[in-house]
Antibody
């Protein structure tokens, strides 16, 4: 059974870079047909998808976060990471790492979903 | 304001049937499958329904999903106290080129 665990600083100063790592256990991060994603959820609000990374290094980011996001994979450690630059108070949220499963047909994703989720880690942006 | 909309709250007594609607558009639910996630406050979301109506192993049969046009629905039949949670719907959006989610519906068991 695959499990995910986030780690990283719980407090980041404004204008600095938020860095989080997600350790994957119970399965290889290099398994086909799984993306590795990050979400965040401000207190009392809904879920926001940040982006995803494939074990090959292929990435897709939420355009709303513009050029502030970078994701990477380290197969040797079976983990993946998130970097969010130039943070402000609006980036304060619980951050989740999640596995995205998918069904493909002819190389096109026909269905995909998020499971399992890490327990989440609260990141506060404050001086 | 979310691209996909859900009612902020819903409620029912034990044993009742509760339905939650998720309204989208042609660029998200109208073109792609909808998924539903259950989140007990203070914990991480959990996959409840995927591909509009499929239940992952371990999800009770009282949860069911459907889709029609640009809307999706989650039904809870035989509501139980442990079903008190926030339910989120989500789908890929071709216009935004991103996953989009509703704001979540808090279900209260009276």
């Amino acid at each position: 059974q695959v499990q995910l665990q986030e780690s990283g600083p719980g407090l980041v100063k404004p204008s600095q870079t938020l860095s989080l790592t997600c350790a994957v256990s119970g399965g290889a991060i290099t398994t086909d047909n799984f993306y590795w994603s990050w979400f965040r959820q401000p207190a009392g609000k809904g879920l926001q998808w940040i982006g995803r990374v494939y074990f090959s290094g292929n990435t897709k980011y939420n355009p709303s976060l513009k050029n502030r996001v970078t994701m990477s994979v380290d197969p040797s450690k079976n983990q993946f990471s998130l970097r969010l630059t130039s943070v402000t108070a609006a980036d304060t949220a619980v951050y989740y790492c999640v596995r995205e499963g998918m069904i493909t047909f002819g190389g096109v994703i026909t269905d995909d979903w998020f499971d399992p989720w890490g327990q989440g880690t609260l990141v506060i942006v404050s001086s | 304001q979310s691209v996909v909309s859900q009612p902020p709250s819903a409620s029912g007594t034990p044993g009742q049937r509760v339905t939650i609607a998720c309204s989208g558009s042609s660029s998200n639910i109208g073109s792609h499958s909808a998924n539903w996630y259950q989140q007990v406050p203070g914990t991480a979301p959990k996959l409840l329904i995927y591909s509009n109506h499929k239940r992952p192993s371990g999800v009770p049969g009282r949860f069911s999903g459907s889709k029609s046009g640009t809307s999706a629905s989650l039904a809870i039949s035989g509501l139980q106290s442990e079903d008190e949670a926030i339910y989120h719907c989500g789908a890929w959006d071709d216009s935004l080129n991103a996953w989009v989610f509703g704001g979540g519906t808090k279900v209260t068991v009276l």
